[in-house]
Structures are given as C-alpha cells and as structure tokens.
C-alpha cells in the first residue's frame, strides 16, 4: 500500500467534518486550554504559504494540549467590517457584504484543505449583525460608564450623577475639560443639555470635536498609521488635517492600569516596550506663562521644571487653540501659510527626527513667571496639539532640538539652566538656595527638582503632573462597511439607543459616496437617519477595531441570544492561554483589547482584567523572488549568469514558473502575452533567474498559494515544512525545493508500517531495550519542545526517531503506536490514517500522550575511548557497573590493545569512570 497523501487527507477531513470531531463543550470536568489566532481579514487575495505559519503554531498546541487532557477552545473566525473591502464595492460595484461572504468562503477552503481542528460551530464574523449587536451593546457600557479615580476603576455613570447632586464636582476632576467646576447648586440649576454636555466630558465613549486625518478620496478619517508622507496608505490620496465631530475612547484613564497589568501577562520584552513607549508615562509640572498684552496664558507641561530659567522661547503646536488670538496682523500671512504647509503632513512625519526645521513667529510674547523676561511665541511641527498641552517651553541651552531651533531662527540664547549639577551627588558648600538667576547651590538634582516645585506652587502658576503620550482613541469613520453607532441625536444632543432596538443594522446602499459635511455614505439614507422631526441616527460608523477589541469573548458562547458571553462560560474558559500574531497589532489591537476587557471587568461583567495570559509574535515567512533579465530595446532574455555581458533591465517573474532557480521558458511565454516571443539566451541549456529575499507579495510575483503546495506534498508535510524553516519567533524565507526532505521523512515514516512488496509489517512483538529507548528518548524531547513551541527542534527530532526506528528495523506496534500518537499534532491526518491501520477504531484525536519513562533511557552501558601513551587506538563498549579492576583486565584482554603493547607489560592503567582509559608504557 503507498502513501496516497492526498486520499488520505480528503478522507480524514471529511470523516473530522461528519463526526464533528473538533466541536467543543462548555460543560467539563477538563482542565480548560484557549487557544487563539489573532483575527484574520478576509482578504480577496486569499492565502500564500506565509500567512498560516501562526495557524500551523496554535493547530499544534491545541492538539497536543488536547492530546494532554484539556478541554481546548480553539476557534476561528472573521474581522470582515474594513476600509479595504468598501474600497473594492466602490472601484467594481459589489456590495461589500457580497464580496465579504465570497472572500471568506475562499479563506475557509484554503483553511480546511491544511486541516485545521478549529470547532467552526463558534465560528464569528464581525459584520453579522448577531455579532455587531453586542458590539453595540458593549459601546453603551463604555457610553454609559466613567473612570472613578478615586476607586480607579470604571462604574455606571449613575454613580457620578449621584456624586454631582450631592457635591457638584469637587474631588472629581473633569478628563475632558479640567476647566470646569461646579457645585450640587449648579448641576441642579443645569437644564438636561447642559447635564449631558457636562457628562459627556466624562464618559469613556466620549464625543468631541478634534484634528483628524482627512482623506477626501476616500471620504473617511484615517489612523495616523494609515498616512504616510501627506498620503492615504490605501490609494496613495491626498491627506489633510480636518476639524470633525468624533467619538473617542478615554484610554488614557486606563494608562496606568495598561502600564501596570504587562507585569501581569506573558508578552515579549520587545512587546511590553512598545506598549510602554507608546503609553509614554512621564513625571513632571504644568508652568502657565502670562502672554503680554493678552488676557491668555500657555500652559506648557515639561519633564524638567527646573530648567524654567534657561526658556528663550514656547513653541505652540500649529493647531493650539490660542493661534489664532495671539498671531499679530504682521504675521498672519505667514503664520496662515505655515499651517496650509503642516495639514499636508502626518503625525508620523511631524514626530521623525529631520533636518529640515520649519517654524514660524507668531508675533507675541510671553512672560516667564519667575524672572519676568519677554520669551517669544513660535509655531513648529514638530509640537502636537494632543502631546501635554500642546505647548512646550524651549531650552536651548539644554535640549539639542530647542537649540537647532533657535539657531535655524537666530532666537538669542541664554546660558542659563536651572540645573547646576551633572548628577545626584553634591559637594554643598552652604545651605541650599534657589536664587532668581535659577541657580541651585549646594542641592542634589532631586532636591532641586522638588524645590522648583514647591516654588511653582507657592506661586500658584503651576501645579505637579503626571503625563501620558498616549492619547484617547478615536472611535469614529467616515465610512459604510462598519458596525452603526447604536446613538441618536436629539436637537443635536447624543443619547443612547433603547438595548432592545438592538442591533441598529447596517442598512443596504449601493451608493458609497461620502455625505455632506466630510460625514460618511450613511448621512445620503435620509429614511435610515431621519427617525422623527430632529431625532437623527449617528451617520458615522465604528472603526475596525471596534469588532476586534472583544472577539475572543464571543468564540466562548456564540450562539447566545441573551448576553455577549454567559458570566459562568467566561468564568470557565477565562484568559486566552496562548495568543499568536504579529507584532504590528502592538499599540493598536492589544491595547484596545486590554482596555475593553479592564472596562467590562470593572462593570462586573468578566471576572478577569487582561484578556491574553501568553501572546507569541509570529516571525514572517519572506517571499524567494525570482528575477530575469531583459536586453534593452528587446525581447531577449539572459541568463543570470551571463547578464553582464549585456545591457539588461530586471524584471520580476512568477515564482510557480520557476524550479528552483531554473525558469520554464515555455510557461514563461505563456505567462503574459508581450513575453509570447521571448528569446532567451541560456548558459548550459538553462535559463538560471536571479534571486532576492523580500517580503512576500502579489507585486513581486513571489507568492505561492498553499493550495498548490498541499496539492503536490500534502497537509502533513505542508505543516511539518512551515514549523521546520525555523523558530517560530524568527522571520525565514520561503523555498519550495526545501519541503521535498520533509516529504521524503512522511514516506519514510509510511515504510515503518508497510513495505512495498510485503504490505503491512508491523508487528505485535514485545519491544527491545534499544527500542523503547528511542522511543522514550523522543517522548521527553518531542514533549518539551511542543510544551515551548520549540516546533522546529520537535520535527529534527521526528526526523532522528525515524532514522534510528529505521536503523533498528522496528516495526513493533508497542513503540509505533506511541510515535504516531506524538506525531498527530503534526501530522495528524496520516497519524489518524495509520492509527486506524494498526486496528484502533477509536480517534487518534482521544489518545492519551505517551507519558514518558526515565528507565527506558538511563544509559547502562559506555563507549570508552582507549588511549595507549595518549593516543586512542580503539574504543571498548563496557557495562557501566564495573569496577577499575575488571575494566583493567579487560582492557589487557583486548585484541587491539594486545597489538600495540607488543608484549611490554604497562607501567599503569588509568581509568576515569564514564569517561576513558589510558593505558601508560
């Protein structure tokens, strides 16, 4: 019988299908395992063999947990809302629904041709409204809910309406605007808009109007990260700076708790350092500085108070809402000009470190409130409105950039700098002193630190502060294919959606053009937004990570009707155990993910505050280009090694045209029709293509689709190849040449159990010595490396069993069995099959792992190395028991020995216990 791979495979999953084999409970006795892949796009493009390398990982683990005893979830499912998808209905008229369900039913045939063991019963889709229903649901407890300081943790908002009618807001600072201030007298006196305008600057939902990254081609708002040099990543349109009316999420209330739970969790180094740069907490004061002749003052927030005395100039970010009230008449022009120039540029850009200094004179002044000195008011890029308070004092003195400033501007320069010492110790000659000329004699830099503080306190221009880089997530786009805000709009005030009208469903358009005002496509169903003379329905839509922020909830109860997740479900299966995906969801995905999950912990309705216990970075699987090249002003083509014999241009080529490096020149010609009466020239009677390892993409011709990988080596190998390229954290190149050895070990492994003339010949004899140590051997090992997604050690180590089981011409269904069983994760489909063969009529699925035997392996025996005057003239295998006399006498009796003594008698025998023997002349 051969090994029929595909048949095999087919049979096997479709058997897994009808018996639903891989459908999970929520009621068992089981210790639970969760395991998760982070939520893929439905692309239109489908797969390349790069992109299940971490479904491979999280499919291996989720068997051999499996295999271990755990009840295991591991599911799979759809972020199908997105950008990308509505740009596809508006460029070929599909509507997005379509085109989603068509993309998806491709990406899951590509998945079960792999022969995943996801429970597709749970399987989840973002724009199915049972889904977005409870995404909505979630979006008015975070609507509906504020961060209680004090407490440190999110509550009703009830609770703070509570507050406000007993004390107004005294001790509850305002997140949104920590200028207001009102007492029980006042909140009562406020009519309903006024109340609800007030709470709205304290909502974790929150409405506001903000600079957002327009982009008029694509009628929407886009993420900083979706902007690059001015442009629209997607399409490469115009971008510009744009004041709109957005929802927000108030993460920067969590920062601290975000900062605090990575302690908690099993993230990488290099993954908690993101996330800890991107919340950027820092510790410092806010210093008002009076404007001259200006009823205004700036509020500059900085690390180094101390440094007050050494400002030559603020510097404003170009949207600060004071511009326009400071900028003179003389300056107008220019500072008008300055701004049209900084709209044009992203976030991303304005933050870089360049060459280039831009910046422009408003015209004002301000006045540093310890020496009185005029200082003054510039605008600049490279300062955010939403960074502090979007105002920063300059230090040329002792901040290199302040001083490229400065000198660019010809802005005098002081050589004045609060601080006097290079470091915390002192040699203090005299009591400490702060002097007006901002010197600190004899004080240690802490102490000079806390001094300029309480200075600045004393003289009520300042306050102590800490601060966050991060800033609030927005929450709101201008476009069609998303989740509708469950928000309507009563004579311009937001109130929520009864729960029961839930879900607010997407309504059907085929027209994608934006609305009026910048609003989205939504704003052009007039019948849709217009519900009663000035009640309108919110026309914006949720972003993509709104679906994405709680998925992994919804996999462990999916079909419920009543709750997003049933309370004891969630109890039961709590964290994700093992999270695996890519490092690019770093300051986005997991961070909003944390931070719903905190939210909904502090509501009561999880009982767990971080949503992912491991998260594993997959490393990318590079694309193996292949290269040909064109003579100029022709269709010859030359070979690789000929080409600089000639003048040529390079030229990318199809990849699946290519064997190895050797290009079929016929396929080549039939791959697009200008190449039809290429000439090549060849060296050898080849035509040898260049080569480059880069990313893999449609672009570059360098993607290869799994499904024609699996067709020609099968699931198993496909599996085992990925997980053997390389450690699962490390990027790799792909190279199709390189799966033939991993196919050549699966018939190897096939020959164990059936031999080409004889048929099948295991046997049902009691294994050797020899035998359960290999097997016992790999049990300790293959077990180790699964546990630690060491997966590439684990398949060399399939590899060195097989070899040695060959060598040892075992075919004993004792230690065969057990292989097979460790194996499954791997390989499960011929697993199963040979499992079946070996007459077992239950899964392989249900086996138990072979549990390892320290006796089997505990080495007996040793090949000692036999040295005569230091030089080994022959090896003696000898039983570990022995004591030096025996070894002696037969060391003496060897015939080798024999022949070099020649008869003389030694002078002695040295022998070392388990490691040689010497024999001295």
Not at 161 to 184: L, T
Not at 431 to 438: E, I, K
Not at 640 to 668: M, P, R, S
Not at 889 to 894: D, Q, S, T, V, W
Request: net charge negative.
């Amino acid at each position: 019988m051969e090994y029929n791979f595909r048949a095999i495979e087919q049979k096997w999953q479709q058997h897994w299908k009808d018996t639903d084999a891989y459908k999970v409970s929520n009621d068992s006795n089981k210790p639970k395992c969760y395991v998760l892949d982070m939520f893929p796009y439905p692309s239109g493009a489908g797969l390349h063999v790069g992109h299940p390398l971490g479904y491979i990982a999280t499919d291996i683990y989720a068997r051999f947990k499996r295999l271990k005893g755990f009840n295991v979830l591991h599911p799979m499912g759809y972020d199908a809302f997105g950008l990308p998808t509505e740009q596809y209905a508006i460029e070929t008229g599909q509507h997005p629904a379509i085109t989603t369900d068509k993309n998806i039913e491709s990406f899951r045939s590509q998945l079960d041709n792999i022969g995943f063991c996801y429970d597709w019963s749970r399987e989840i889709r973002t724009s199915d409204p049972s889904y977005y229903k409870w995404t909505q649901w979630i979006f008015l407890q975070l609507f509906n809910s504020w961060y209680n300081r004090a407490a440190e943790k999110a509550e009703p908002i009830e609770s703070l309406i509570h507050a406000f009618e007993q004390n107004g807001n005294a001790g509850i600072p305002c997140p949104g605007d920590r200028a207001i201030q009102f007492s029980a007298a006042d909140w009562k006196a406020m009519d309903e808009v006024a109340q609800r305008n007030i709470l709205m600057e304290y909502r974790i939902a929150y409405l506001a109007f903000a600079e957002v990254n327009w982009c008029e081609a694509l009628g929407t708002v886009l993420a900083n990260d979706e902007v690059i040099n001015g442009l629209s990543e997607r399409g490469g349109y115009p971008v510009v700076k744009k004041k709109m009316r957005q929802w927000f999420l108030r993460i920067t209330e969590y920062a601290d708790r975000l900062l605090t739970g990575l302690e908690t969790i099993q993230f990488s180094d290099a993954m908690k350092d993101m996330q800890r740069n991107w919340i950027g907490k820092s510790q410092g004061a806010e210093i008002t500085f009076k404007i001259d002749q200006n009823d205004a003052n700036i509020v500059v927030y900085t690390t180094r108070p101390d440094t007050v005395f050494g400002v030559d100039f603020i510097v404003l970010a170009p949207e600060h809402d004071l511009v326009a009230s400071i900028t003179t008449p003389a300056q107008a022009d220019a500072v008008a000009a300055y701004i049209a120039y900084v709209q044009s540029r992203s976030e991303r850009e304005r933050m870089a470190e360049v060459k280039s200094i831009t910046g422009v004179f408003t015209g004002s002044y301000a006045i540093n409130p310890f020496n009185g000195q005029q200082i003054p008011i510039w605008l600049s890029e490279y300062v955010l409105a939403g960074y502090g308070t979007g105002a920063i004092m300059a230090v040329p003195c002792g901040d290199q950039r302040d001083f490229n400033f400065a000198k660019h501007f010809n802005i005098p320069i002081t050589n004045i700098i609060g601080d006097a010492f290079n470091g915390e110790e002192a040699n203090p000659t005299k009591d400490a002193n702060l002097t007006n000329s901002g010197e600190y004699t004899g004080m240690p830099m802490k102490k000079a630190m806390e001094a300029i503080n309480n200075s600045i306190e004393e003289k009520g221009i300042g306050k102590r502060q800490v601060n966050f880089k991060m800033r609030d997530a927005g929450f709101s786009r201008q476009r069609y294919w998303g989740e509708p805000f469950p928000i309507v709009f009563k004579n311009g005030v937001a109130y929520q959606v009864d729960e029961k009208e839930l879900p607010v469903e997407l309504p059907y358009i085929q027209d994608y053009k934006q609305g009026p005002e910048g609003e989205g496509p939504l704003a052009n169903v007039t019948a849709w937004v217009n519900l009663a003379e000035g009640v309108k329905r919110e026309t914006n839509t949720m972003p993509g990570y709104a679906g994405s922020s709680w998925y992994f909830l919804r996999y462990m109860d999916p079909h419920n009707d009543a709750a997003f997740c049933d309370r004891k479900v969630s109890d039961y299966w709590g964290q994700v155990d093992l999270y695996v995906g890519g490092t690019e969801h770093a300051v986005g995905h997991l961070l909003y993910s944390r931070l719903w999950t905190k939210v909904l912990y502090d509501l009561g309705h999880i009982g767990f505050d971080e949503p992912f216990k491991k998260l594993v970075n997959q490393g990318m699987i590079g694309g193996s280009s292949r290269l040909v090249y064109r003579v100029k002003e022709s269709n010859t083509f030359v070979s690789a090694g000929l080409k600089d014999q000639y003048d040529t241009t390079e030229l990318y080529v199809d990849v699946n045209i290519v064997d190895g490096v050797e290009l079929d020149t016929e396929a080549f010609k039939k791959w697009r029709s200008d190449y039809a009466t290429a000439e090549f020239i060849l060296e050898d009677g080849k035509y040898i293509c260049g080569t480059l390892t880069e990313k893999m993409s449609k672009r570059l011709f360098n993607t290869v689709n799994p499904d024609h990988v699996v067709e020609k080596y099968g699931a198993d190998t496909f599996r085992m190849y990925e997980m053997f390229l390389g450690p699962l954290e490390q990027s790799k190149p792909w190279e199709t040449k390189g799966i033939e050895g991993v196919h050549r070990f699966l018939k190897k492994l096939w020959r164990l159990f059936y031999d080409e003339q004889k048929g099948f010949i295991v046997e049902d004899k009691p294994a050797t010595p020899e035998e359960l140590k290999v097997l016992h051997r790999s049990i300790r090992k293959i077990e180790d490396d699964s546990e630690r997604l060491s997966y590439n050690t684990a398949v060399s180590n399939f590899m060195m069993c097989v070899n040695d089981l060959t060598d040892l011409k075992c075919h004993k269904k004792e230690i065969l069995e057990k292989v097979l069983v460790l194996l499954t994760p791997y390989a499960p489909h011929v697993s199963e099959e040979l499992w079946h063969q070996l007459g077992n009529t239950g899964s392989i699925l249900n086996a138990a792992y072979p549990v390892f035997e320290e006796k089997y392996v505990v080495e007996t025996t040793k090949e000692y190395p036999v040295s005569i005057n230091g030089k080994t003239r022959t090896t003696m295998v000898l039983d570990l028991s022995l004591e030096a006399a025996e070894v002696e006498k037969l060391a003496m009796e060897n015939e080798v020995v024999i022949k070099w003594l020649e008869g003389k008698t030694p002078k002695k025998i040295i022998f070392v216990k388990g490691k040689m023997i010497n024999i001295v002349l």
